[in-house]
């Protein structure tokens, strides 16, 4: 079955724009949650969606929010970009809520804010 | 609030060498702990979880709740083990809802 899909795979915007990524979650899976990955920080929750409900928010500014749709799809945007959001962004996946769950990663977006 | 600590950045050794990757947590409860790897050019993924009790790809990882650790192992290091390797707890939040927290990695460098 495919995996988790996530697009754009890579993307360049300047400071100030805003940035949308979609994540298509693996088919049956209902949860999906964003990571941001840097080298230094590794992997940062950002959010977590089911069945189009945000259960938990991490701790980054409120530039960053999200949503899931009926089909379980789930977007991010950052609005107002800023240099340190340059990342790598994960998308993941699982059947239920994260926790004891397993995640499946997407490939990720790979954003670079200039 | 959970934390996941990994304190070592970059671990090198020589292929056939004795590996752990140390990994400790914080948190008040009862934490579900896994570990998983990032392979070059390829997507996170599962390695293990402590409530399998298994082995898999002959790492293996013991729960010390005493010392708070989820330290994983291998005896012999090989080549293709290199990659990075994030260890993560499970933990409820103050909301009631679990959230899953990664440490910030450990790269994993084995040279023949």
């Known amino acids: 079955k495919a995996g988790v899909t996530q697009t754009p795979r890579y993307l360049i915007k300047t400071r100030g724009q805003q940035v949308t990524l979609s994540c298509s979650p693996i088919?049956?899976?209902?949860?999906v949650s964003w990571y941001q990955q840097t080298p230094g920080q590794g992997l940062q929750f950002l959010f977590e969606?089911?069945?189009?409900?945000?259960?938990n928010k991490g701790n980054f500014p409120g530039r960053f929010s999200g949503r899931q749709f009926s089909n379980s799809r789930s977007e991010m945007n950052v609005s107002t970009l800023e240099l340190g959001d340059s990342a790598l962004y994960l998308c993941?996946?699982?059947?239920?809520?994260?926790?004891?769950?397993?995640?499946?990663f997407g490939a990720g977006s790979r954003l670079t804010v200039l | 609030a959970q934390r996941v600590t990994q304190p070592e950045k970059l671990l090198s050794v020589f292929k056939g060498a004795p590996v752990e990757l140390k990994c400790n947590y914080s948190?008040?409860?009862?934490?579900?702990l896994f570990w998983y790897v990032q392979y070059s050019r390829q997507r996170l993924q599962l390695l293990l979880r402590h409530i399998s009790r298994e082995s898999i790809k002959g790492f293996t990882a013991d729960l010390n709740k005493g010392e708070t650790s989820f330290h994983l192992k291998k005896p012999f290091a090989q080549e293709e083990d290199s990659a990075m390797y994030y260890c993560?707890?499970?933990?409820?939040?103050?909301?009631?809802?679990?959230?899953?927290?990664f440490g910030t990695g450990t790269r994993l460098l084995v040279s023949p």
């Open positions: 993560a707890l499970s933990g409820r939040m103050n909301t009631g809802f679990q959230k899953l927290v």
């Open positions: 969606y089911f069945s189009e409900t945000q259960r």
């Open positions: 993941a996946s699982s059947v239920e809520p994260s926790g004891a769950n397993v995640l499946t």
């Open positions: 088919s049956g899976h209902r949860s």
């Open positions: 948190y008040s409860g009862s934490p579900e």
